[in-house]
Nanobody, 123 residues
Framework: QVQLVESGGGSVQAGGSLRLSCAASGRTFSDYAVGWFRQAPGKDREFVAAVSRFGASKKLADSVKGRFTISRDNTKNTVFLQINSLKPEDTAVYYC????????????????WGQGTQVTVSS
């Protein structure tokens, strides 16, 4: 199995940027597709972005296209989520997750989850 730890969250003003990291340990990192999800207070956890095992394929939610970028560095066992032009509605806890399946936007396809990192955007 794999263990995931997110970092890089914080409080920023609208229009700002953050770079979230998801560091993995355990099994071979390139065995897993990795996704980012977020959960705002009182809302369901929603898909944000995902990257395939070696980075060739990527998916982004429509709400973040043009602002968020996902990438991975398997030599560092890390996936990154670059988030730009932040909006107050991006405020949420951001989670990374690993899947033994191919890249997916479905929560049920992910087997391992990190503890989350808080992103707060003020207007």
């Amino acid at each position: 199995q794999v263990q995931l730890v997110e970092s890089g969250g914080g409080s920023v003003q609208a229009g700002g940027s953050l770079r979230l990291s998801c560091a993995a340990s355990g099994r071979t990192f390139s065995d897993y597709a990795v996704g980012w999800f977020r959960q705002a207070p009182g809302k369901d956890r929603e898909f944000v972005a995902a990257v395939s095992r070696f980075g060739a394929s990527k998916k982004l939610a429509d709400s973040v296209k043009g602002r968020f970028t996902i990438s991975r560095d398997n030599t560092k066992n890390t996936v990154f989520l670059q988030i730009n032009s932040l909006k107050p509605e991006d405020t949420a806890v951001y989670y990374c997750a690993a899947s033994m399946y191919s890249i997916s936007f479905e929560r049920s396809r992910y087997d391992y989850w990190g503890q989350g990192t808080q992103v707060t955007v003020s207007s």
